[in-house]
């Protein structure tokens, strides 16, 4: 995984940067998970983003959380209410990977 951290500029006032934490790819789509965090001296706490792609230009993000798994939790639950069942839940699949993966590291 590559350690590119572009810095955004928020209104003159701090610099922020992100960096992708994970992603999980199919066919059709990827779910990125993005760890952000303010580039300050003050220490400031990390907020993960969780965001989906598909064959469009461009990423949506649809959650955020302390966590990779709140915030992949929080996006599934934006989505299942802007889709509800119709439309399989990329983070459902995402959140499954997660958990598979933390359980073969611990």
Not at 38 to 53: E, G, N
């Amino acid at each position: 995984m590559s350690k590119s951290q572009p810095k955004i500029p928020v209104k003159g006032l701090m610099v922020i940067k992100a960096q992708v934490f994970e992603r999980v790819t199919a066919p059709e789509c990827a779910v990125s998970i993005y760890e952000v965090w303010v580039d300050s001296p003050i220490p400031q706490q990390t907020l993960f983003v969780a965001a989906y792609s598909d064959d469009l230009p461009g990423e949506v993000a649809y959650g955020s959380g302390r966590t990779p798994l709140e915030a992949l939790e929080a996006a599934s639950e934006v989505w299942h209410h802007n889709t509800g069942t119709i439309v399989p839940n990329p983070f459902q699949e995402a959140i499954k990977r997660f958990q598979e993966e933390v359980m073969e590291v611990a």
